[in-house]
């Protein structure tokens, strides 16, 4: 009566070659109106008002008047390109956690232009100028983690983290020496009178420009990584450092050549934010929008396309809730709630589409 | 002026020594967890809601209950916080670093939201949130701390919290260097695959690292409150604390007993501007980015001279799923 001491596990996971499409969206679907029902009974629970009122509350705190609409797509347009600078590293698995920092260096170089050389160039040599110093700036401040890991294999995701914060002191000593008034800590709205410096309006409307830029970007950066030579060499070096090295291909050089043009995205986000939008420098304004950028692009599995969409989720949230808040007078950091508990639930489904799960039958019964 | 920049220094240091002593034991699980941040505040917040609803509902406030009723809420809520990354990450095979970030960011909203709104919340006519009472009993020191001079002032006149944070950190050292489960530990952190092999259950040892890594973690955002804050709560009081806890992992070289020195020297950085006199207030926005830029150094000086000991985990931030080769 020798009973075999080897049980079969209950759950046995297997993975997935591949879902079709749609049935990847659907599962994504599901999860997202879920991760609705669940911030419904949230937010139901902390203002007891109906769920339903609840949402249409964020449809007009988004859409309610035209300044909404303009103000949600210029959220999107930034953060969207953010998360097109951090795209292509993710791609290859280097895990840039410094997005935060970079754009604020971007942002840096452009106010320091704007405030240094405002009114002693033309317009246009001036725009010349911020776009060149912002993009070298931000793609410096990008690339000396990269160096140390093509070089010496130095960890990026803490290198990256760390320099964030490095970013975020040297401006706050540049607001110091620029204050106005002197010793405020504040600069306030630079060149105001002369507009020195400031994107212009297209048609009237303050942030089309912004939002044309990124589009145009978006577009570029898709085609770069789908049908350049470059984007294959990204996705060969994500997909295994030997096989990149067996064909030819130069693993440092691509890791470096990558974080360099991460970091000059991020200096156009920073010229976006300061030129574009907010005129002014303060330590904050990037506003964590740098780590929301790699939760957007990993949700839209780093495809630029799909980013339109995820960053769209997540800028609809922040706005929502936030007049959400404002109605019933509660505090502005319900909207990080809510996007955290989205994203907990996008990143879970995740796991129904890379996974089967078999259930056996008969189990440990014998 | 030594002895009470020190003693700010330790005051300073002891939250993340609380924070990277949690990260440490999560990370030698080969688990990479930025939630760290979140769940600080996480700690913290769960604590002040179990004071605040003790102080307002009892009618007279005692000391044991006064403390180990937001003891209890704080852990409470930072083990909840290590649950979802650990299902997410190590059920549901999630990116560590998204759900970290991810975790950070709800983390945050939680400490902030009901920081802003819990008064609201729960219709009370208390003016502001100041646990002055139970914030009192968190911060009584050792009853003959003021009459041993300069020696009192620097070990003795901290409380117990700060106290139990070192103590942790010397049981968790040990732990790893004497005890099997602390090898195993180990080894899952290293390669998940041969620990499996060894017989080790993986998952349940990455599930475990994690919660408990984050209760301990949690105490930290519990300690700055109730002790460093005098028991008042400001949003966003407790700041960038929880990526200096991370950025201390880094520099202890993943071992807790260094961590001891190494917080108090992040806390004497932390505050050092305060005591370099003639500096304007531009300067001193250049010195408090020294820990950071001390925590860069050391990771490259490390891997510069690629001593695998110093690296940290080797499967650090990977999903382990069996069938995968």
Not at chain 1, 12 to 39: E, F, M, Q, S, T
Not at chain 1, 51 to 66: E, K, L, N, Q, W
Not at chain 1, 154 to 169: P, S
């Amino acid at each position: 009566m020798h009973k075999s001491h080897v049980r079969e596990p209950r759950v046995h996971l297997v993975k997935r070659d591949g879902l079709p499409w749609w049935k990847a969206w659907l599962i994504r679907i599901v999860a997202v109106v879920l991760a609705l029902i669940v911030c419904g009974i949230i937010t139901l629970l902390v203002t007891g008002k109906n769920p339903i009122s609840v949402y249409a509350t964020m449809v007009d705190g988004c859409f309610g008047t035209a300044r909404r609409t303009w103000n949600l797509f210029q959220n999107l347009a930034i953060l969207l390109c953010i998360s097109l600078a951090v795209t292509p590293a993710f791609r290859m698995r280097f895990w840039n956690t410094g997005a935060e920092g970079q754009v604020l260096m971007g942002c840096l170089a452009t106010a320091a232009c704007m405030i240094l050389l405002g009114g002693r160039l033309s317009q246009g040599a001036l725009f010349a100028v911020m776009i060149v110093t912002s993009i070298v700036t931000s793609a410096i401040w990008a690339v000396i983690p990269a160096i140390f890991r093509a070089k010496w294999n130095t960890n990026e995701t803490l290198f990256t983290l760390m320099m964030n914060y490095i970013a975020i002191q040297i401006v706050s000593y540049f607001t110091y020496v620029w204050s106005v008034p002197k010793g405020s800590g504040q600069i306030g709205l630079i060149n105001s009178a002369t507009q020195a410096g400031w994107m212009p309006s297209i048609g009237g409307h303050d942030y089309l420009i912004n939002i044309i830029i990124v589009a145009v970007l978006t577009v570029v950066i898709y085609i770069y990584l789908r049908n350049t030579k470059h984007g294959y060499e990204i996705s060969v070096v994500g997909e295994s450092q030997s096989t990149a090295r067996y064909i030819g291909i130069s693993v440092p050089k691509v890791i470096i050549r990558t974080l360099l043009l991460s970091g000059a995205i991020c200096g156009i986000a920073g010229l976006l934010i300061v030129s574009g939008t907010d005129h002014t420098l303060t330590r904050s304004m990037v506003g964590g929008r740098g780590f929301t950028a790699i939760m957007v692009s990993w949700m839209a599995k780093f495809n630029p396309m799909s980013m339109v969409l995820t960053s769209f989720i997540i800028v609809f949230l922040q706005k929502g809730a936030s007049e959400i808040s404002t109605i019933y007078g509660l505090n502005s950091s319900f909207s990080d709630i809510l996007t955290g508990i989205i994203i907990f639930f996008i990143i879970g489904c995740e796991f129904f589409i890379n996974y089967r799960i078999r259930i056996n039958a008969k189990g440990e019964k014998e | 002026m030594w002895i009470a920049f020190l003693q700010r220094a330790v005051m300073q240091g002891i939250p993340l020594l609380y924070g990277s002593t949690g990260e440490i034991i999560t990370e030698r699980s080969g688990n990479l967890n930025l939630g760290i941040p979140g769940i600080m505040y996480v700690g913290g917040i769960c604590g002040v809601i179990g004071a605040f609803f003790y102080e307002s509902s009892a009618a007279v406030i005692r000391p044991l209950p006064a403390i180990l009723i937001p003891l209890l809420c704080s852990l409470v809520g930072s083990l909840l916080m290590g649950l979802i990354y650990s299902f997410l990450t190590v059920t549901l095979r999630a990116n560590q670093n998204v759900t970290g970030l991810a975790l950070t960011t709800f983390g945050t909203g939680i400490g902030n939201f009901f920081g802003g709104s819990l008064i609201k919340i729960a219709k009370s006519d208390m003016p502001s949130i100041t646990m002055t009472t139970t914030s009192n009993y968190f911060r009584t020191a050792l009853p003959f701390a003021g009459k041993l001079g300069w020696f009192g002032q620097l070990f003795l006149s901290y409380s117990f919290l700060a106290y139990a944070a070192v103590i942790i950190a010397i049981i968790v050292s040990y732990f790893f260097r004497h005890t099997w489960t602390g090898l195993h530990l180990r080894a899952v952190g290293e390669n998940p695959a041969t620990a499996d092999a060894a017989g080790i259950n993986v998952n349940r040892y990455k599930y475990r690292a994690t919660c408990i890594g984050s209760m301990i973690a949690g105490l930290g955002g519990l300690y700055y409150v109730m002790d460093y804050a005098n028991g008042v709560w400001s949003n966003d009081g407790f700041g960038d604390r929880g990526w200096l806890a991370i950025a201390l992992v880094i520099f202890a070289l993943w071992r807790p007993n260094f961590s001891i020195f190494g917080s108090i020297i992040f806390g004497g950085l932390f505050i050092a501007y305060n005591y370099v006199s003639n500096i304007g207030m531009s300067t001193q926005e250049l010195f408090k980015m020294a820990p950071y830029v001390v925590t860069v150094l050391v990771l490259i000086f490390v891997s510069v001279r690629n001593k695998k000991d110093s690296l940290g985990p080797a499967a650090l931030g990977q999903s382990y799923f069996r069938e995968e080769r």
